[in-house]
């Protein structure tokens, strides 16, 4: 019953998520009530933050002792050197980034809800698409599992992989063939070895 609980919870907030992110969402905002766009970034963010309170409470206010797998031992080790290293990867991250503009500051500030960030690559960038949420499963498969922390990975690890592909959608949108030739050239979630962009080559696809 917790499980189903903890799964209806997570499926909730990925609608209200989704719904909120969506250029329909947005748009259906912009048609009714336009004095609100300015603060439409920031009104996502502090519901996106708000509404998964809940549901970390319920995925983490019961301890349950039936664990499936804990790390020990080297493994203890590896897995926090990899969770450490995601969370310095995550902070460092945040500077290859407008966070004014992700956060939704600079566009309450200026008065516009429609601002698009110009097309950028990062070093981050070079190796995957999308670092934040690469980061974020490294952090979430290095977690020690019982059934609710395990059914959260695997729901937020499907989320991460449809959202991208959604978030992509509205980017090609934004960027065109650029960005096609960039998903062409750099994996979405995972670091491929055989699969980057050089320096040189990052700088000529942002230059076009």
Not at 5 to 20: D, G, N, R
Not at 51 to 73: I, K, R, S
Not at 127 to 148: C, E, K, Q
């Amino acid at each position: 019953m917790r499980l189903t609980e903890i799964t209806l919870a997570w499926l909730a907030y990925f609608a209200v998520h989704s719904l909120l992110a969506s250029s329909t969402g947005k748009a259906a905002i912009g048609i009714f009530w336009p004095r609100l766009m300015p603060g439409y970034r920031l009104f996502f963010n502090l519901v996106a933050t708000l509404t998964l309170v809940p549901v970390l409470w319920l995925v983490y206010g019961n301890h349950e002792a039936n664990w499936l797998w804990q790390w020990h031992g080297a493994w203890s080790w590896l897995a926090g050197g990899l969770s450490s290293a995601a969370i310095i990867g995550l902070l460092a991250s945040t500077r290859t980034y407008d966070m004014k503009h992700f956060l939704g500051l600079r566009q309450l500030g200026e008065g516009n809800g429609g601002t698009v960030e110009n097309f950028s690559i990062s070093c981050f960038h070079r190796y995957v698409r999308h670092p934040w949420y690469s980061f974020s499963l490294v952090l979430i498969w290095t977690r020690d599992m019982n059934g609710a922390v395990l059914v959260s990975a695997l729901l937020m690890t499907a989320y991460f992989v449809v959202g991208s592909w959604l978030e992509e959608r509205k980017l090609i949108a934004c960027h065109g063939d650029v960005y096609r030739r960039y998903i062409a050239a750099v994996p979405g979630l995972l670091p491929l070895p055989w699969r980057f962009l050089s320096i040189a080559d990052a700088n000529a696809l942002v230059q076009e």
